[in-house]
Each structure stands twice: as C-alpha cells, then as structure tokens.
C-alpha cells in the first residue's frame, strides 16, 4: 500500500514528466503502475492513537533506561588539552583548563563517587 505522500510525490513526479516530453518512459511506467496501486485504507483514530500512545511510551522508557545505564567518565588531561583552543591554553595555562573542566564535570555529575 502506497502512503498518501508518496501517492502524491509520485503523481507530481509524473505530471512533472509528462509535460517535460523526455524519453523517460521506464520511469513513466513504473509510476504508473505504482499509482494503480491501492491507496493505504487510514487507520482508526482511536488505533492510531494507541499505537502512537504505546509507541511513545516505549521509546520514553528506553531513552530513560539508556541515561540510567549510560556511565558518563571524566575527560582525560590529554584529552581537554587536546580539544582546548590554542589561545586559551596559552591566556590561561593547561592547569587552569584542566582545574575549570573538572568544576564542570564535577556539578554535572560526571566522575563524581557515590557516597
């Protein structure tokens, strides 16, 4: 069953076509027959809204699991130098970099033991 955009993708494509008068008449063709294709009957409201109700709830329950399992690790000191611009490591120094980023990652959560 063909979607109703596509349907109608399909059949602008083919007028487009059509007037242009080129020697495209495998695609002429094949669209064509993808328009005599039956249109896709629409789904039930009340269907269609528990199938996006459900569908919505699993992936907030996935997407929440994930951020649950997912163990953020602080940078490396190579890594946060590496990724630093050159003019700040040389206004401020490499340490000074490094002391800055671990607040950060510190209030955020990141490499900061249980107690």
């Known amino acids: 069953m063909m979607s109703d955009k596509l349907r109608a993708a399909a059949k602008a494509a083919l007028e487009e076509l059509i007037a ?20 896709q009957e629409p789904m039930h409201p009340e269907m269609k ?12 329950e996935s997407s929440a699991q994930e951020a649950r399992d997912k163990v ?3 940078l ?12 700040v490591l040389d206004d401020i120094g490499g340490q ?8 950060t990652e510190r209030a955020h959560g990141i490499g900061v033991k249980d107690e």
Not at 49 to 60: G, H, W
């Open 20 to 39: 242009s008068e080129s020697n495209a008449w495998n695609i002429i063709n094949d669209l064509e027959a993808a328009l005599a294709e039956p249109a």
């Open 49 to 60: 809204k528990m199938y996006e109700n459900y569908f919505d709830k699993c992936y907030r």
């Open 72 to 74: 953020r690790k602080p």
């Open 76 to 87: 490396t000191d190579e890594e946060i130098i590496e990724n630093c611009d050159t003019w």
């Open 96 to 103: 000074e970099v490094i002391k800055i980023v671990r607040r």
